[in-house]
């Protein structure tokens, strides 16, 4: 049985443009949202009320809204303020995702630092570190055990949600895929329920080992 | 610039442009809370059902119950309105954006939902149930007298934050065309070109509603607690 026709350019195109904006911008969107995640959501146990506040009004927003509608904010309300806040589509949807995802990781980088001991910033005290040297060598490296299962659930989070980038036509795997359909329906030919059938299982297949790895690591790590 | 947004003046033309827009606006956001409220209503039954189903392991549905789960969680929910939209034609099926909109976010939630539900029937000590059984209660009614309550209240604020979720993604409507809240501000940026204060306002109008929730979570947590030993 030989493959038809049509799937050999929509496999072509769906991957190697796709596949690999989705990855990008993935990989963009986690290491942004951890580093501005951990940075904030360990100021964020600083007892220091104006900080604590803003941070905490930074978390409420960007989780509170859709994320397309953080989207859409940095895509057409940004320019309207400033032309020097002008992106493209895979910018726009990667800052409004790390927003988005820093907040995620800010909050439970709180729960994570929270939960290692007195005793640890005592002794690292002790030691003649200072504030910023006893976080990042000795309570982080004990926070990140914690804090690992959720950024790997954040991950899958992620990658799910830079389909929604499709919506200002961002070329990611949906937008591919969405070309494609109606190249070929302009040609006369019906498959949409295979090609986005075939993002499901793209999608499935990189979320599914993923998920299993977060679990697993909840378990071994707890 | 952006300090601009610090105005005190800026409020007062969100304001205005809400005033300006009142019908539009009341509308859409009816139609955002009728289709969450579907969807919220959907989800929780489907996810008591397939949450006992999965935690009590019956064969066959307690299978079907967690590859529906899995294959919802592990897909993105663009994708599945995509297919139940703009795919499902082509095979004849030809549903209204009203119905694909409550359609898809229950599917999604109802996934959710039926891993809060597990994980809480899960929750419920085996001895409690023990309990139950030297009471004489057979398999049903310890299930709707012991598991649900005490695994219910378990389960609640994990299914809030599922329903925050499934209001949220009501906004991906959008897609279709659906008239709720964020297609409607759209639409009226579209026509006006107000837009930091539309923008500002759609994004008022989310934050109520999930701050609402949130709060709604808190109060719950704290009025339906279970004695520190039931844990």
Request: glycine share 6%.
């Amino acid at each position: 049985m030989s493959t038809p026709d049509w799937i050999g350019p929509v496999a072509r195109y769906v991957l190697e443009v796709g596949l690999r904006n989705t990855l990008k911008l993935s990989a963009i969107a986690l290491v942004g949202s951890t580093l501005i995640g951990v940075t904030l959501g360990t100021l964020l146990t600083i007892r220091f009320l104006p900080t604590r506040a803003l941070i905490r009004l930074y978390i409420e927003i960007w989780r509170g809204l859709p994320i397309l509608v953080t989207i859409f904010i940095v895509y057409f309300a940004l320019p309207a303020v400033s032309s020097a806040l002008r992106f493209d589509a895979i910018t726009a949807g990667a800052i409004a995702l790390i927003l988005w995802g820093s907040a995620q990781v800010a909050e439970t980088t709180r729960g994570a630092v929270q939960s290692i001991p007195r005793e640890q910033h005592e002794a690292a005290s002790a030691l003649g570190f200072g504030w910023v040297g006893r976080h990042a060598f000795v309570i982080m490296p004990q926070a990140l055990r914690r804090l690992l299962p959720p950024l790997v659930g954040l991950l899958v989070n992620i990658i799910q949600n830079t389909t929604i980038v499709q919506i200002i036509g961002a070329p990611e795997l949906l937008e591919s895929a969405e070309r494609q359909v109606e190249r070929l329906t302009f040609e006369g030919e019906q498959h949409a329920i295979e090609i986005y059938g075939a993002i499901m299982v793209i999608f499935f297949c990189i979320s599914f080992p993923l998920t299993r790895l977060s679990a697993y690591l909840e378990r071994r790590l707890a | 610039m952006i300090l601009g947004l610090l105005d005190p003046s800026f409020l007062g033309d969100v304001w205005s442009f809400a005033r300006d827009n009142r019908d539009e606006l009341v509308d859409a956001l009816r139609r955002t809370l009728t289709v969450s409220a579907i969807a919220i209503a959907g989800a929780s039954i489907i996810g008591l059902t397939l949450g006992a189903a999965r935690a009590h392991r019956i064969p066959v549905v307690s299978q079907l119950a967690a590859v529906y789960v899995e294959v919802i969680r592990n897909t993105p929910i663009l994708v599945q309105i995509f297919m139940l939209y703009f795919a499902l034609p082509q095979i004849g099926i030809r549903l209204e954006a009203f119905t694909v909109a409550w359609l898809a976010v229950m599917i999604w939630g109802g996934a959710f939902n039926t891993e809060n539900f597990r994980a809480g029937f899960e929750a419920v000590p085996t001895r409690y149930r023990e309990a139950g059984a030297a009471l004489g209660f057979k398999g049903i009614a310890t299930f709707t007298n012991i598991t649900l309550p005490i695994g219910g209240r378990i389960a609640l604020p994990s299914s809030i934050n599922t329903y925050i979720s499934i209001v949220k993604n009501t906004s991906l409507m959008y897609v279709i065309s659906y008239p709720e809240i964020t297609t409607v501000v759209l639409q009226i940026n579209a026509l006006t070109l107000q837009t930091v204060e539309a923008f500002s306002t759609l994004a008022i109008s989310y934050l109520v509603i999930v701050w609402s929730m949130s709060a709604l979570i808190r109060i719950l947590e704290r009025h339906l607690a279970l004695p520190e030993e039931a844990r």
